[in-house]
């Protein structure tokens, strides 16, 4: 055994669904992956390739879980996205061949402290701390790919309070998953138990204290956080 210090942090885990634990590594996340929301964000879907930035992985947020309102901010967004999870690494990752790293997929949201990412945008700062803090990314069970397949199509929606927030379809994704992992094991070597949030469609907003979260992939499952 180590000579730690201090206690070394309990590993983060997401439960799989039929059973299990799913041990989570990092948590990448791509930008702008749908053309209606790079639109609503000011860019041009066009011409850009993927952006990947990050949260902990202590910043997962279990299904059903009550989502404390972040300090600091006063303009949560919701971003309804779907999760990959690598269940085999590797460095430059061909295309062809990504879909055999994912273990499994699940709901997830990218919760976003929009105005101190407008913020940091405008000065030319990191996002980390528009992204990045305590309890920003609630998700849903783990589905494997082995039960459910690779879902590249069918909806993805965001209801809160009952009402539909985001609506829209997987194809819309302007990055596919394999083109994805493609390109971030470009960037950095991927590793077993590293999640990517796949991205969200159009139609963000902001969500008050109260506020319950209801959201589903067609196909993968759902996740659902209250504000309080
Ligand atoms: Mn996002």
Not at 140 to 150: E, Y
Not at 169 to 180: A, G, N, Q
Not at 209 to 223: A, F
Request: with cysteine; net charge negative; proline share 8%.
């Amino acid at each position: 055994m180590a000579d730690y210090v201090i206690s070394p942090p309990a590993i983060s885990s997401i439960p799989v669904a039929g059973g299990g634990s799913f041990p989570v590594r990092r948590v990448f996340c791509v930008g702008r992956n749908y053309a209606e929301h790079a639109r609503e964000m000011g860019s041009d879907p066009d011409r850009e390739p993927p952006f990947f930035f990050m949260k902990p992985a202590d910043a997962l947020l279990l299904n059903d879980a009550d989502m404390p309102y972040p300090p600091q901010s006063t303009q949560l967004h919701h971003e309804m996205e779907m999760v990959v999870a690598i269940g085999v690494g590797g460095a430059n990752i061909a295309a062809a061949d990504a879909l055999s790293h994912v273990w499994g997929y699940a709901a997830g949201l990218d919760m976003t402290r929009r105005d101190l990412q407008n913020a940091a945008k405008k000065e030319g700062k990191p996002w980390d701390m528009g992204k990045g803090f305590d309890w920003s990314a609630p998700i849903g069970l783990l589905v494997p790919a082995s039960k459910i397949g690779h879902p590249s199509k069918g909806l993805i929606e965001l209801k809160v309070n009952g009402k539909v927030r985001q609506t829209s379809d997987l194809s819309k994704m302007i990055w596919d998953v394999p083109e994805m992992i493609a390109y971030l094991s470009g960037l950095v070597t991927l590793a077993p138990g590293d999640l990517i949030y796949s991205g969200t469609p159009e139609n963000v907003a902001a969500v008050e204290r109260g506020d319950l979260l209801e959201g589903t992939v067609e196909g993968v499952g759902s996740v659902t956080t209250r504000i309080v």
